[in-house]
């Protein structure tokens, strides 16, 4: 090999080299951005979760929820379609698993413990609508956010999600004071 032919070799490698490294760079940046995105979007809908109205829509789903002899169907949709949202956002990859465990998983699982069981209102709620559509991200984020906090727990020793627990929460929930409305 000539002097020149190393020279041209050098140039070569060390272009892929920056190429490569830029790409890499960038990557990481995108990345990054898509984090920040993520947890940017997640804390709007946390405010949104906390504003007043949806406390009230909370208050009043859960307590029918938890009511025994509740009618046969709620008049507030408000809390599901919001876990609806955020299952879209999640399964379409806006939105990180981790993050909205973190953030909103507690409240996944209860209300969706409470909509399927004993019965499974989901179901009810799809036959009478002719449409199987119904919830169904919201079921897929349940699901997630279990499954999540399932493989978390057995690695902490700790003990799978139940029902007492789920009504533990909406019994809170049911109690959101109205002193927050006004805010």
Avoid: C
Avoid at 100 to 117: D, E, I, K, P, R
């Amino acid at each position: 090999m000539s002097g020149l032919d190393v020279a041209e070799w050098a140039t070569i490698l060390g272009t892929w080299v920056l190429v490569v490294g830029t790409l890499s760079f960038a990557y990481w940046q995108l990345r990054q951005a898509q984090r920040l995105h993520s947890a940017t979007t997640l804390l709007e809908l946390r405010e949104g979760f906390y504003s007043p109205r949806m406390k009230r829509a909370r208050r009043a789903f859960s307590t029918w929820l938890l009511d025994s002899a509740r009618p046969e169907e709620t008049g507030n949709w408000e809390v599901g379609v919001f876990f609806e949202q955020l299952g879209f956002l999640t399964r379409t990859g806006v939105l990180e698993k981790r993050m909205v465990w973190n953030a909103f998983g507690t409240w996944v699982a209860a209300y969706h413990s409470f909509l399927t069981q004993p019965e499974n209102l989901l179901d009810q709620w799809r036959k009478e609508g002719n449409d199987p559509l119904i919830f169904r991200e919201f079921e897929w984020l349940a699901r997630e956010m279990m499954s999540f906090e399932s493989r978390l727990l057995s690695q902490s020793g700790g003990s799978p999600y139940n029902l007492e627990d789920a009504r533990f929460v909406l019994e809170v929930e049911s109690r959101l004071t109205a002193a927050d409305d006004s805010l």
